[in-house]
């Protein structure tokens, strides 16, 4: 990696760690409050005014929106598109309050992949659950709350994982997240036992959290880079990866999607490099395909395709 490819991809991981989530715990409590004891269909209806105000006062938030369902739909997205695109993310948010407080019977929620989760725990071994920002991770969850013996555990960086807990404990003062630490020295450890356990792990593979080695895809037709850590970590332990997703597909409808992406229980030590290409191009693919099933689901606001590196493939 040249200086200054490794000056453009920690100006941008700078960029979106800056950013501070909007909001706070006391005004996610008296969301919970009010949308628990409410019902979800009244309480969904500040959610328009919501979008709206990041429509109007995020800009950075509304470029980078713009340009990925520029590339998704094939053509400059409408005023009204472009609204829906935040309006869905504030619906999974919203979501939240109660698929975390197990309130999950009101939510249509469909599988596929179904066969595929059956056989991973059938055998008794762990394995990585692979994610992007796309859709509602709390749906997937409630999702391993209704099948026997799935307990899916995350991972994720400390100051993340703090930020998660308090959320948690705004909606829900008895919930908390099982969280693996990352950047400690004890964190592949922690996951080889969780995997031993039969536990699955979950990981989102679409975001850099800083100097990590990257591999150039090509995601809705333009080239951009990847991290290729969390599928180095299953190759090194020899996991199974499987893709997940939950989809919010309006009303009160999720489709949840878990989907093959690698086995490196097989792999020779002298092939690793090359599979976990592979698997990082599949990855990709799943990304791609996702996104243009269901465009308004992807939740990456931030600069995904740089200037830089954003050139068609060929």
């Known amino acids: 990696m040249s200086i200054g490819e490794k000056a453009r991809i920690e100006a941008h991981t700078a960029e979106w760690l800056a950013r501070q989530e909007r909001g706070s715990p006391r005004m996610l409590r008296l969301m919970a409050y009010v949308s628990l004891r409410l019902g979800r269909r009244v309480s969904r209806v500040p959610l328009y005014l919501i979008a709206l105000y990041f429509f109007l006062f995020a800009p950075s938030a509304r470029r980078y929106s713009r340009r990925y369902l520029g590339l998704v739909l094939g053509r400059p997205p409408t005023a009204a598109e472009r609204y829906r695109h935040l309006l869905y993310f504030s ?31 059938a055998s008794g071994h762990g394995a990585f659950l692979m994610g992007s920002h796309m859709g509602s991770f709390e749906v997937v969850s409630t999702v391993g709350r209704r099948q026997p013996g799935l307990h899916v555990v995350m991972t994720m960086y400390e100051a993340n994982a703090r930020k998660i807990n308090a959320i948690l404990r705004a909606i829900n003062p008895g919930a908390k997240a099982d969280v693996i630490p990352l950047g400690r020295v004890d964190s592949m450890l922690n996951i080889s036992e969780r995997l031993e356990r039969g536990s699955f792990v979950g990981v989102l593979g679409d975001r850099t959290l800083g100097d990590e080695p990257m591999q150039e895809v090509t995601v809705l037709g333009v080239r951009t880079k990847l991290p290729t850590g969390p599928m180095r970590t299953a190759a090194i332990l020899g996991r199974s990866v499987i893709f997940m997703a939950g989809l919010y597909r309006g009303g009160n409808r999720y489709h949840v999607v878990f989907a093959p992406l ?53």
């Not at 309050?97 to 599988?111: G, P, T, Y």
Request: with cysteine; glycine share 4%.
């Open 262 to 314: 690698a086995d490196f229980s097989q792999t020779p030590a002298g092939t690793r490099a090359a599979a976990v290409a592979a698997a990082v191009d599949r990855y990709a693919l799943l990304l791609d395909q996702y996104c243009r099933s269901d465009p308004y689901n992807w939740f990456n606001f931030f600069d995904f395709w740089p200037a830089e590196s954003g050139k068609k493939a060929p």
């Open 91 to 121: 619906t999974t948010i919203h979501d939240r309050v109660f698929l975390i407080n197990e309130l999950d019977a009101q939510f249509e929620i469909s599988i596929e992949g179904t066969a595929l989760m059956e056989a991973q725990l």
